[in-house]
């Protein structure tokens, strides 16, 4: 039996070294201080924000459209749990690297049960269903600085830890890395397109008001993303001067 514990994708590793150096460059910065920009590229931002929007508009809009209306709630109820199914290998790892060992075993109970039906039915609902975790929220508890908000082609915007930690999720796989398991290899690797067509539809309503009822929707969506992101944060890793600061800066205006 052969692991891959990493693969490494040509196209991310160059994303993975600017957000690194990104990183790098803000450990010493003082989020306390009045002074700290945390949007400091948002002209580059915007460019590729209006890129993504566009492509939302083009070909996610409609499809996660037909999607919501098309679809039975059975089959949408089926793909999110498939969705939440193929991450549970990095909620695992993550959740075990955070020190988290309950969650972890918890995670590797669920994706090995419902692997079975390749989490599109979940066979031990009984269970209390384990807390997701990322690379991003790893990092935090070891008091990586979240640096500066940066928008990625298609991955939308994130704090650069948050899209360091994104972007490591996909290159490192540990349990798609089980060549025994093509049939599970292939199903992760469709989790992307899967979740986001999921996604958009469950949100349809909430992203459509932010791109059309806005004045300025990339900065609704900045400050959207903030609160969603903070709120997901494990609260050990998050200081009271950090929470204070991050939310004197979002700006609720439409």
Known sequence: MKFKFMKIHQFYLPIMICLGFILTSCSGVDKSDASF????????????????????????????????????QSAKTAVANHVFWAGLPNTALNSGLQGNWENAALSSLHFSVNAL???????????????????????????????PYVVLPILGGKTSRHA?????????NPYSALEEKKAISQAVSMQPVLSSISWR???????????YNSLDGYVRARSAYYQLRFGEMPSSSIHKSEADSLFDDLDFEE
């Open 201 to 211: 539809a469950a949100n349809f309503d909430i992203v459509n008001d932010i791109k």
């Open 117 to 147: 039906t390749l989490g599109l039915i979940n066979l031990v609902s009984e269970e209390e269903p384990p807390v997701s975790q990322d690379f991003g929220k790893t990092l935090s508890v070891y008091d990586i600085p979240e640096g």
């Open 164 to 172: 360091f930690g994104q972007v490591a999720n996909m290159i490192v």
């Open 37 to 72: 920009n945390r949007d400091p590229f948002e002209n580059t931002n915007r460019q590729i924000y209006a890129f993504n929007d566009s492509v939302d508009t083009l070909i996610l809009e409609p499809v996660a459209y037909g999607y919501k209306k098309a679809i039975p």
